[in-house]
Each structure stands twice: as structure tokens, then as C-alpha cells.
């Protein structure tokens, strides 16, 4: 009979420590989101755009800024280009006389997806958040 009781016992010490411990991990689950996206979230300020893979900081003679709002014209000799907009501190691809006009159809950079980018392979364009 002692040996019952015991086993009863340790049967509700299993479902406190149950209990505690999805608690503990529910607890740690929001702490992390919460650290993740309002603490560590970078401000995304900056932009950066590569052309054959170089850094381009200016497009005729305008210095690109993110909160400055404006449409840029980024082409070559060839006659390839893309029209970038700048409006309200979001950047897209507006308008690519590529063939499949991928970039335009990206729509605006979004900040709140990591590494998200927007890419013109045929104009060897990227534009991404620094």
C-alpha cells in the first residue's frame, strides 16, 4: 500500500514538472521573438545596388538615399536598363527592358524578410538592404 501512494505522488510531481517545463519553453518562445524582431531587428537605412557586382553610390550625379524620395535610371551602352524608385523608405524595380522583368515583379524590398533582395540577371543589377 505504501508503495501506491508513493507512485501517486511521483506521478503528480511528473505532471507540475510537465506543466513547468511548457511553461519555461513557451516563456523562451516569446522572449525570443520578441528579441529577435524589436531588439535586433536593424534599422534598415541603407540600401545598396551592385552592377556587375560593384557597388554603384550614385546614378547621374544623384547620391542614393533611402529617405529621399526619387526615380533613378540605372543603364548601360548597351541600351539595358532598370528604373529604380525610391518612395516613403521603400525601394523597388519599376520598370527593366529585360525579357522577363523578374525585378518589376518583385515589388518593393521588404524589410521585415531577411536578405530579401531584388535581382536583374539579365542587367546584372542587385539591390538589397545594408
Given at each position: 500500500m505504501l508503495i501506491g501512494k508513493r507512485e501517486k505522488i511521483s506521478e503528480e510531481k511528473a505532471k507540475r514538472l510537465e506543466i513547468i517545463m511548457i511553461i519555461v519553453i513557451i516563456v523562451f518562445a516569446i522572449v525570443s521573438y520578441v528579441v529577435s524582431h524589436y531588439i535586433l531587428k536593424s534599422d534598415k537605412n541603407n540600401?545598396?545596388?551592385f552592377v556587375d557586382g560593384k557597388k554603384i553610390t550614385q546614378i547621374d550625379g544623384h547620391h542614393i538615399d533611402i529617405r529621399i524620395n526619387g526615380r533613378y535610371t540605372v543603364?548601360?551602352?548597351?541600351?539595358?536598363?532598370?528604373?529604380?524608385?525610391?518612395?516613403?523608405?521603400?525601394?523597388?524595380?519599376?520598370?527593366?527592358?529585360?525579357?522577363?522583368?523578374?525585378?518589376?515583379?518583385?515589388?518593393?524590398?521588404?524589410?521585415?524578410?531577411?536578405?530579401?533582395?531584388?535581382?536583374?540577371?539579365?542587367?546584372?543589377?542587385?539591390i538589397m538592404y545594408e
Open positions: 540600401i545598396a545596388i543603364g548601360d551602352v548597351n541600351g539595358d536598363y532598370n528604373i529604380i524608385e525610391i518612395k516613403d523608405r521603400k525601394i523597388s524595380c519599376v520598370k527593366a527592358n529585360c525579357p522577363d522583368e523578374i525585378c518589376v515583379k518583385h515589388g518593393y524590398l521588404r524589410d521585415d524578410i531577411d536578405n530579401d533582395m531584388i535581382i536583374c540577371a539579365p542587367h546584372r543589377l542587385t
